[in-house]
């Protein structure tokens, strides 16, 4: 016998409210949890196999699991419609799955007006995510969102100096080599 996530967790209740919750029910849900574990495992590595259908993925994406729908969320093709559907799921890890994800350009302005900060936060660390966007997370209400998006700013400075300081030389060597080019034939 299979049970939903919900009857196995009203069982559950059962056994922990009862004084001596009976062997033969103790087992039936210790069974109960293993399979509905193995079939949520096998739910989510479907969701991040390559080769899923986008019908699938659809159906993956309603699943009552938390796992499985930040699975699909964190897919990098993951298609535009459930992109906005799981943008607006109740869970925040599936939120953050879908902020930290690089093909999610089309949601990440929603992603950035999200209630939670951890969502926000995340967001400001894909490296996706529009260098305006990034500017104005620095100056989100909360602080510890301007802290971390100000924070990739500098990052992303540091990493500019850094390719700034080489394009002197690649410069150099491109302008010598347009005064002297290669003998012709």
């Known amino acids: 016998m299979e049970m939903d996530e919900h009857q196995a967790k009203l069982l559950s209740s059962i056994m922990q409210h009862s004084k001596e919750p009976s062997a033969a029910l103790q087992a039936l849900t210790d069974g109960d949890h293993r399979s509905m574990q193995t079939h949520a495992k096998a739910a989510v590595d479907e969701a991040r196999h ?3 259908s986008r019908e699938r993925l659809k159906e993956l994406a309603s699943s009552q699991s938390t796992p499985i729908r930040q699975a699909v969320a964190a897919r990098p093709d993951c298609p535009l ?4 559907e799981l943008s ?11 902020a ?3 093909g999610a350009a089309p949601v990440m302005e929603q992603l950035a007006q999200d209630r939670h900060r951890d969502v926000v936060k995340t967001l400001a660390n894909n490296p996706a995510l529009p260098h305006d966007a990034l500017l104005g997370l620095a100056s ?11 924070e990739r700013l500098r990052d992303l ?13 690649l410069q150099d060597r491109a302008w010598r080599s347009n005064q002297n080019p290669p003998p012709g034939p």
């Open 50 to 52: 390559p080769e899923t």
């Open 81 to 84: 419609g459930l992109m906005i």
């Open 88 to 98: 607006g799921d109740d869970a925040t890890e599936v939120r953050m799955a879908l």
């Open 100 to 102: 930290a994800n690089p």
């Open 140 to 150: 989100h209400k909360r602080r510890d969102v301007r802290n971390v998006a100000l």
């Open 157 to 169: 400075e540091r990493g500019s100096q850094i390719h700034n300081a080489a394009a002197p030389e």
